[in-house]
Every structure is written in C-alpha cells, then in structure tokens.
C-alpha cells in the first residue's frame, strides 16, 4: 500500500511540474465559441417536447437548429464521431406529420412518448444501430453497431431523435475525452483545456447549447466529472436499475457490472428527471419523480475535501464555496444541515483502486505485454510520443489495473472488506431523506495532462459508484476564469429522486447552466 500512495503522489508531482509547461504551451487564447443566437437552444427539453405535442413547435424546426449549431460549433470542440442529420431530419418530419394528422393526442404523448420530436446526442460507447461503435479504440475502427442498446430503444421508444454520437476517451478508460481515432474533443469554455472524460463529447455538446439532451455513461465520474467541466447537469443512478447491456466495453464480471450505470446529461435539472422517468418505468419501487418533496424534511450533510496524506484531495476554494453557498441556502429554505465526518470518506481512493483492480477486463481492453510493466512504459512513452496504437491514458490505466494498482492481495482483501462495512454505515447514514453534498473533482476544467495525471482524484464521484448510490452533478455558475464550478449530490439507493429534487432547488435558487462566453 506504500508503494501505491507512492505512485499517486508521484503523478501528483508530475502534475504540479507539467502544469506551467502546459500553460506556456498554450498562451495563446483561442477564439471563443460563437454566441448562441437561437433561443430554442437555450431551453429544457421539457419545455421543448410540451411545445412539439402541443403543436406550438414542430420536430422539424428544434431538430434543424441543433443540427445547425453542432456544425456551427464542433469545429472548435471536435465532439462528434459520426452524425445522422440527413435521417434524423426525416424522423423530425414524420414527427410532425402524426401531429398534424390528428392521430396521436397531447395527452396520449404526453403518457406514452414523452420524448415526441426531441433530439438527443448519444456517447459513442452506447450501441445506436448503424453508428459508430469503436470505443476510440484502433482495433476497432470502422465498426459499426447492429442494433440499439436497452438503454437507447427505450428514450426511441419515447419517441426521442439521434444526431449523433459522440466523443469519448479511448475504451472510456480516462477522464480526458482523447483517443487515436478520432482525437481530443475540447472545452467549450475555453477550448485549450479538457471538457473531462470519458462522456466528454456528449458534456461539451451539451455546455455549448448544440444538444438538448445527452446520454453517457459512469463507471467512476463518467457522467459527472465532465458535467462539471462543461458546466452542466449530470446523473449517474442508483446501480441496477438500467442496464448496461450494449455498452463497449462491457464485461459480465459482477464488479464491472455493480460499478457501470448509464445515465442522461442535460442543460437542465427537470431534464434529468424526464429521462429518468423513462428509464425506470418499470421499477415500482422508484416510480416516485412526481412525489412532491418538503425540503423542510431533509438533512443534508456537507463536506468540502477529502483529508488525506500530503492534501493531494484538498479542493479549490471555489468549489468550496459553492458548497457551502448551497449549505446555507438549502439552511435558509429550513433543511437540516450539518457537516459530514471524514470517517466516511477518508480511505475512498484505496477502496476505489481496490474495486478497480477487481474488475475481470474484458478482452477488447487487453493491451498485448499488458502484465509487463517494463514493455507497457515503453508503451507509455511511445503513446505520449504519438507512436502507439493505443491513448497514454488506456496504457497507464493498464499498468494500474495489471498491476491491482501495486497493492498487495492481502491488502485488497483488507481493503474492500473495509468498503463493505462503509456501505453498511452510508446504507444507515442516508435514509430516505439524507443526502450529501460533495465535491465532484478537487478543481474546475483544466489541462488534458493535468486531468490526466490527477485520475486518483475521481475518488470524489467514484464514491457513488462503489456504493452504487445515485448521485447528480449540479452546476453552480462561472469562476473568476470564466470556467463552470459546481457539485454533486448524492443520495442513498433507489433515491434518485432526492439528488434531483436537490439540484432543481439549486437551479431554482443560483441559476444552473451558464452559457459560454463570447
């Protein structure tokens, strides 16, 4: 275990070194994002679905003005992989005509198809049938899907339209959105920095304001950690709840399956709540998106950083004081609110390595010599270089995971019994009105090398994955360098609907997404 706290540390050194040479690098500011000029862009797809049945908006027009910003905008950001304008055109116009036809009600819509006529974006790692299904990985370029994944064929079910699908880290193995295929997909705020991973073309899209609604995937930060960085929502269920059939990679291996969660990202904290409602329409159990929730009842525990050797976990004072800005808005509207003990969080990052290094990789993320760690730094220095087949990130991710992240196997032994006596204490600690405001990632978006070099600190939104709790990204405005900050809220199994009644009210209260300035 020595020597693992040694790695981390060291990768943090690395960081702190690289981080002025990265920014020397990089001096010269882009040019900003083009403004937003069509209003339609910048609302819920809530709203814009209730238009669309209520025949105050056809399909045609919502479909056309995100497909026209995408063009307008991927050019800075590189976030898509392959698009369906030209059929998601058509899917618009049939649409409409069933509207105009009389032979489907609003209410009927409404009840049965939510998502009458709105597009979404999809993350490339999630099976659409005949897009591109590569995963950003070499060995499978040119691949395509044969069919939807569960997960896809209920939001088409519900009538929503696909653009396209979008960037993601190579195998969704880092938290930079960067592979050999198709490159690295930049930040809508400042296009120099990393828009997070491995979801990150579905979350810049989205911050942008080219997408009304995204579908990524979370297997320890995938879904929030690239919320945070482009300034939006983001949930990652409870664990189990939607399946992560059709997702690549995917294995059977029970702690693959108990940590992978598919989940929406959005402009718009309702949105999440739509989405949501789809895809568990079939648990009883968490049909609960419509109960009226009195915030007066709920205890909400806060904690700012983790304490840990070094403070390698410590935040930026930003995101520290969003945290407590909400804490004492949600104290204000007459919740209970009160800081949360380290006991519960402290030891975190072992026990997420430790879950990690368990996990059966599936074969498609097997890098040949991968159990030699000489032959896979050689690789590494060659990815760094451009002269691998495979990212820098799959390869170190590959030392980490060949390695059981240099710990020994009595010390994983010791260390997930350890996490399972911590999930019985949050299964007591987060009753059916608790939840927890924390950090998501110590800082806001910063370099590909810096994110790189920093994936211990996904510790903070891999807590929800290890506990297979429900937890939502909130964003909470702009920096003083025009990046977004924010946090997350995490609830207790099966509550999804407590983490997104907490991240309406903040929304309500401080104003939620942000558009890029121009």
Known sequence: MIFTIFMLLFLHFLSFVCKPFSALIRIVKPPRLPPITNSLLKES?????????????????????????IKEVNPFLNAVIEDRFDEALTDAKKCDAILKSGKMTAATLEKEMPLFGIPITVKESLSLNGMSY????????GR?????????????????????????????CSIHTSNVLAGATNNPYDTRISPGGSSGGEAALLGAGASVLGIGSDL???????????????????????????????????????????GPIARHAKDLRLVMKIFTSNFNELSRFDEPIDLKTVRVLYIEKMDTIFDIYNTTSDIKEKIKDAARHLRGIGAHVEQLSQ?????????????????QVPD???????????????????????????????????????????????????????????????????????????????????????VVLKTDCTTYAALANIMQFPATHVPMGLNKDGLPVGFQVMAGCKNDHLCLAIAEELERAFGGWVPPPY
């Open 134 to 141: 590569t995963g950003g990985n070499f060995d499978h370029k």
């Open 45 to 69: 797809a809530s709203s814009l679905a209730e238009k669309i049945r209520n025949r105050k908006l056809s399909s045609e027009t919502i479909v056309r003005a995100c497909i026209d910003r």
């Open 220 to 262: 320890v930060g995938s879904i929030r950690i690239p919320s945070l960085f482009s300034g939006v929502f983001g949930h990652k269920p409870t664990t189990g709840i939607i399946s992560g059939e059709g997702h690549f990679p995917f294995s059977p291996d029970p702690t693959f399956v108990k940590l992978i969660v598919v």
């Open 144 to 172: 395509k899907a044969s069919r939807n994944s569960p997960a896809i064929e209920m939001l088409l079910n519900a009538g929503a339209i696909p653009l396209c699908v979008t960037n993601t880290s190579e195998l969704c």
């Open 364 to 450: 498609e993320m097997n890098i040949p010599n991968g159990d030699k760690i000489a032959l896979m730094l050689i690789e590494f220095c060659k990815a760094l270089l451009g002269l691998s087949k495979y990212s820098a990130q799959l390869v170190l991710s590959t030392i980490f995971t060949e390695q059981n992240a240099f710990l020994s196997p009595k010390e994983k032994q010791q260390l997930n019994g350890e996490k399972e006596i911590l999930r019985e204490k949050l299964n007591i600690l987060l009753d059916e009105r608790t939840v927890i405001l924390l950090p998501t990632f110590t800082q806001p978006a910063s370099y590909a090398e810096d």
């Open 343 to 359: 006991e519960y969080v402290k030891y975190s990052h072992l026990y997420m390595l430790a879950s990690i290094c368990d996990i």
